[in-house]
């Protein structure tokens, strides 16, 4: 009898051993979207020129020419103009911001501490997209008892999308489309396509060999 009963133990100590309780974390990587996925971030950099009843002077110009030169404003960055008077500067930074194939958005984010009088506020928001943690080799490859998704799984396409996307707000909330679109253009190829005889219509053509040996 006590035999008997030592075998039981033995056999439901050998099953408890082989059954999963779950991981912290693991959830996630059992299935099969990535769990290393693009994350935007945006930043707000703020400049504060002189510009007395909305007019910016030449030497604040300067400055301010400056300051998106060493910012490398360009494409994906968004300018906004704050203060009591921005819709008088916002032609004048236009100027500015012109030079470098951008516009003055209209509103302005809301930044720490008030504006100077006799001043305008020039921000830059500034997003980036970036995976974190990436490459992520924490968990091995093998032995992969329950059936786990890699931990690196989507390093490589998602890193490559989130360095390579122009504006990585559009991973955000995407792009309207245009309100105007030309219908001709469209319809361009279809037409063509409908239009042409085939090319096998007039029969095959006789080829004759001259010349040959």
């Not at 309100?179 to 004759?208: D, E």
Request: proline letters at 7%; glycine letters at 12%; a neutral charge.
């Amino acid at each position: 009898m006590r035999s008997k009963f030592a075998l039981l133990l033995i056999a439901s100590a050998a099953i408890a051993g082989c059954s999963y309780h779950g991981e912290k974390g693991s959830f996630a990587e059992r299935g099969v979207e990535p769990v290393n996925v693009p994350v935007v971030t945006r930043a707000d950099y703020v400049f504060d020129a002189a510009a007395p009843g909305g007019s910016l002077a030449p030497a604040e110009k300067a400055r301010l020419d400056a300051w998106f030169r060493g910012l490398d404003l360009g494409y994906g960055d968004s300018i906004y103009v704050d203060a009591p008077y921005a819709e008088s500067a916002r032609y004048e930074v236009n100027e500015v911001a012109g030079n470098y194939g951008m516009m003055v958005q209209p509103g302005a984010p809301v930044t720490a501490g008030a504006v100077a009088p006799g001043s305008v506020r020039v921000i830059v928001s500034r997003t980036r997209a970036e995976v974190p943690g990436c490459p992520n080799w924490h968990d091995p490859a093998q032995p992969n008892y329950n059936n786990k998704m890699m931990s690196n799984f989507g390093c490589g396409v998602n890193s490559n999308l989130a360095a390579m996307v122009a504006n990585p707000e559009d991973l955000v909330h995407g792009r309207e489309g245009a309100n105007l679109g030309n219908n001709q253009t469209g319809t361009k190829a279809v037409i063509l396509y409908k239009t042409t005889p085939p090319t096998g219509s007039k029969g095959l053509q006789s080829v004759s060999v001259k010349g040959g040996n």
